[in-house]
């Protein structure tokens, strides 16, 4: 799928970084596949020490030529200057991927000035650690195929869902913006623990892993979380005690009103970037 294809990452920071590491380990991509920019030289020359092969360069404009896929991986705040930048400079068929928060596919393809094809992808940070959740959205000329190699690319850093981009605020309220929520949890799990007289750094290591594993057991059983809950609630037991407090003070009404409050808030943000 990614054998043959020239791929760009313009901004390669925390998330640009993430994309290459994940797509270079998967061996379907050699370094010499990739260019990646940044300003800072520094950072390019130790990416290029790491990854021998890959080509670095701080001019987005000498990046994206002959690219067959470019991945915006910068800030929103500079995407106008890079876009300037690079329009002139990609083929018609050039598939650009936008991992930029807030911003439609059609408001992209209009700063391209041409009608090429454009995906938009809203991973969240876990992909640092090739455990992201991305979700995926075609633009008006992505055809099945742009959708596919996007796939691709994120399945190197996690798990991918494709979906239609009017999701996306509600994607960004979930996924996008869930870590926050999932670490407050660890947390708080981990203060929970300390209260009940564990050592912190065993009550941050038990909570964690309780996290991650009970994730890791809904995804590979496939089975609905309620049942497994039932299943290590022991009647007249602990978790059923604990489980009754969770209820009354309400934490499922608590999660679902977070992701609606940031979903809304990223339909806000949204408008503001068109403006
Ligand atoms: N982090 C998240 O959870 C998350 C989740 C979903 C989507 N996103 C999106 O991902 C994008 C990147 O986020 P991030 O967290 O990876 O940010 P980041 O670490 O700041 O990466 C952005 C990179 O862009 C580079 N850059 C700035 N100006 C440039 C230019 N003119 N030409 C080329 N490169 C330039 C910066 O490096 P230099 O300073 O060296 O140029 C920096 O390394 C954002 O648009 C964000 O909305 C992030």
Redesign the pocket.
């Known amino acids: 799928m990614l054998s043959d294809q020239h791929i760009a990452i313009?901004?390669?920071?925390?998330?640009?970084?993430a994309l290459l590491g994940g797509l270079l380990r998967g061996h379907d991509v050699a370094p010499e596949q990739v260019r990646v920019?940044?300003?800072?030289t520094q950072?390019l020359d130790a990416l290029r020490e790491e990854f021998p092969g890959l080509i670095t360069t701080?001019d987005?404009a000498e990046a994206v030529q002959g690219a067959d896929i470019v991945i915006?991986?910068?800030?929103?705040q500079?995407?106008n200057?890079?876009i300037e930048?690079v329009r002139e400079h990609l083929a018609p068929s050039t598939l650009v991927i936008s991992?930029?928060?807030?911003v439609t596919t059609e408001s992209l393809r209009e700063s391209l000035g041409q009608d090429v094809p454009v995906v938009r992808a809203?991973?969240?940070?876990p992909a640092l650690v090739d455990e992201g959740a991305t979700a995926i959205a075609g633009g008006r000329y992505a055809e099945d195929i742009h959708v596919s190699r996007t796939r691709t690319i994120f399945e190197a850093v996690g798990s991918v869902e494709v979906l239609p981009e009017r999701l996306m605020d509600a994607v960004t309220g979930l996924s996008?913006s869930g870590?926050a929520y999932v670490y407050m949890i660890i947390e708080a799990l981990t203060d929970g623990g300390v209260k009940q007289g564990l050592p912190r750094p065993q009550a941050f290591r038990l909570a964690a892993q309780t996290v991650f594993g009970s994730a890791k057991l809904v995804l590979e059983t496939g089975r609905h979380p309620a049942i497994l809950r039932d299943e290590v609630t022991t009647p007249g037991g602990t978790a059923i005690a604990a489980v009754a407090e969770l209820e009354h003070h309400g934490l499922r009404t608590m999660l679902i009103n977070a992701v609606a409050t940031a979903t809304k808030r990223s339909a806000e943000l949204s408008e503001l970037n068109k403006s």
């Open positions: 313009l901004g390669v920071g925390n998330m640009g970084r920019t940044r300003r800072d950072a701080t987005n915006l991986a910068v800030k929103p500079v995407v200057e890079v930048s991992i930029l928060a807030g809203m991973p969240n940070t996008g870590p």
